[in-house]
């Protein structure tokens, strides 16, 4: 839902760097929105990429999305810039309900994995970053709907999940991606193996852990599903039969190696509609956070976001 751009309250710790900023007449406005409590929010890096885009002749103004601060498109914006990570990126596209809008959406990487700017080859740089994003055509999208949200590069159920659910913004702020990899390792001591049944486009698989991937990347730069494609509508699903310890150790090993194909314990799945239930209450990790919890469904969006 639109507000007036007079509604709109900047980010404290920019206030006073936009206030300098020089107001321009019939300049395109740029909206940049962020998530305060992130991984890898930065006051100065978001200056950085405020002062590149005023560069190539933009105005802007700073926003927020975060648990507490629901995202709002600003009256009057052609272009929204979300700098965060996957789940910024997520719950800006919820929220913001952008079907049919002319409003064009770039993707910064100031979050703690950012798989969906790695599969893009986004640049970092915030000049390079500007210039690439202005002149580029839209990408398609398929988001993924979850119960009643949505996720857009993977999502897992299983001790990653069950990390990421102990997860606070504050130590990944501190430590990044290694803070998923400290929860896990604590959850993985006392990991009770769940049985789960997993429905993919109607064919059952009986498993005790399952790896869902909309796009090519999971934690990080690795891949479970090489040829997972944010841009195509299909779901690839990487379940395991058995979840010991040793299992989920083999799993990561053969995923960095790029030979998942080769495990014994794994089952290999695509379609487009998944469905899982099990008999003990069961968190859902997706695109980094806990979107939903056992019974649920996946549909891949029947047409894509451009993006």
């Not at 010991?244 to 089952?267: C, P, S």
Request: overall charge positive.
């Amino acid at each position: 839902m639109a507000m007036a751009r007079k509604d709109y309250r900047l980010i404290p710790a920019l206030q006073e760097m936009a206030s300098r900023a020089p107001a321009a007449v019939d300049m395109p406005l740029v909206q940049i929105v962020s998530n305060p409590v992130s991984g890898g929010h930065s006051a100065r890096r978001l200056a950085r990429l405020r002062d590149a885009y005023i560069r190539c002749g933009f105005d802007v103004v700073f926003s927020e999305s975060s648990p507490a601060t629901p995202f709002q498109l600003i009256k009057g914006v052609a272009r929204l810039c979300i700098a965060g990570g996957d789940g910024t990126v997520r719950n800006v596209l919820e929220q913001g309900d952008l079907r049919g809008s002319t409003v064009a959406v770039d993707v910064y990487p100031a979050g703690t994995i950012n798989l969906i700017a790695r599969e893009w080859n986004v640049p970092t740089d915030p000049d390079a970053f500007v210039q690439t994003s202005i002149t580029r055509a839209p990408r398609p999208l398929f988001p993924v709907r979850l119960n009643d949200t949505n996720f857009l590069a993977c999502a897992s159920i299983g001790p990653d999940a069950r990390a990421a659910a102990g997860l606070s913004a504050a130590v990944k702020r501190r430590i990044g991606r290694l803070a998923y990899v400290v929860a896990m390792m604590k959850v993985l001591m006392d990991w009770q193996r769940p049985r789960l049944r997993l429905f993919v486009d109607g064919k059952r698989i009986d498993c005790e852990a399952v790896f869902i991937a909309k796009g090519r990347f999971y934690a990080g730069p690795w891949s479970f599903a090489p040829a997972a494609r944010l841009d195509e509508p299909i779901l690839h699903v990487v379940a395991l039969r058995r979840a010991r310890r040793r299992d989920f150790a083999a799993f990561f090993l053969a995923m960095m190696a790029g030979k998942m194909a080769n495990l014994e314990n794994v089952q290999l799945a695509t379609g487009r509609e998944l469905s899982i239930d099990c008999d003990t209450p069961q968190p859902i990790q997706a695109d980094g956070d806990i979107a939903a919890h056992i019974p649920a469904s996946l549909i891949v969006a029947a047409a894509p976001l451009m993006l």
